[in-house]
């Protein structure tokens, strides 16, 4: 199981919109829509925000979307703030009941 | 509201077994459609899947490490477990136990605080 490739940063300012990037295989991204997002701002519990590709568990801002395409998947979050910078993580089922994270991405906002 | 909390040692000697217990509280480890997992973070790094232990009694593991894990529930406290074994520094990171909620969110949608383990003599 090779981990998913993410960026490792990327910026933003303030109401601006950022994509995050999540990169996999046929073996788990491209076969499975079961590619989940976390937000994870160091010291605490890792959040889920996307959930199945695209969908947001209740509570979370509709500024948070997902999508894929192929071997890739993306979160968009837009009109960006200041309690966005964490860091940004993407998961996929990977068959046989196992999982693999992506390698985080620091999100800065500017 | 669900809570889960890691604990155990927070130093490990080298090739020594690794022992945490994540307690659960606000949802039964019973439910069919939760399934329990443990993830951690090495310093300065990302996210690592270690494994899963779903309703059926079936538990799976990342492949990296090569079968030191043993992911086992008591139901009789609510309790889940991570046993890996032989140890080593690169075991060193924060550890995290999750909830797996299957036919819902298919993803790990509740988490613990994360303990830190030290892997040194």
């Known amino acids: 199981q090779s981990a998913l490739t993410q960026p490792a940063s990327v910026s933003g300012s303030p109401g601006q919109s950022i994509t995050i990037s999540c990169t996999g295989t046929?073996?788990?991204?491209?076969?499975?829509?079961?590619v989940s997002w976390y937000q994870h701002h160091p010291g605490k519990a890792p959040k889920l925000i996307i959930f199945e590709g695209s969908q947001r568990p209740s509570g979370i801002s509709d500024r948070f979307s997902g999508s894929k395409s192929g071997n890739t998947a993306s979160l968009t979050i837009s009109g960006l703030r200041a309690e966005d910078e964490a860091d940004y993580y993407c998961c996929s089922y990977a068959g046989i009941s196992t999982w693999v994270f992506g390698g985080g991405t620091k999100l800065t906002i500017l | 509201q669900v809570q889960l909390q890691e604990s155990g040692p927070g130093l490990v000697k080298p090739s020594e077994t690794l022992a945490l217990t994540c307690t659960v509280s606000g949802a039964s480890v019973r439910i069919p459609t939760y399934h329990w997992g443990w993830i951690r973070q090495p310093p300065g790094k990302g996210l690592e899947w270690i494994g899963c232990m779903y309703d059926s009694g079936t538990t799976t593991q990342n492949s990296s490490l090569k079968s030191r894990v043993t992911i086992s529930v008591d139901t009789s406290k609510n309790q889940f477990s991570l046993r890996l074994t032989s140890v080593t520094a690169a075991d060193t990171a924060v550890y995290y136990c999750?909830?797996?909620?299957?036919?819902?969110?298919?993803?790990?949608?509740?988490w613990g605080q994360g303990t830190m383990v030290t892997v040194s003599s």
């Open positions: 999750a909830r797996l909620s299957w036919g819902d969110s298919n993803a790990f949608d509740m």
């Open positions: 046929s073996s788990d991204v491209g076969t499975y829509n079961l």
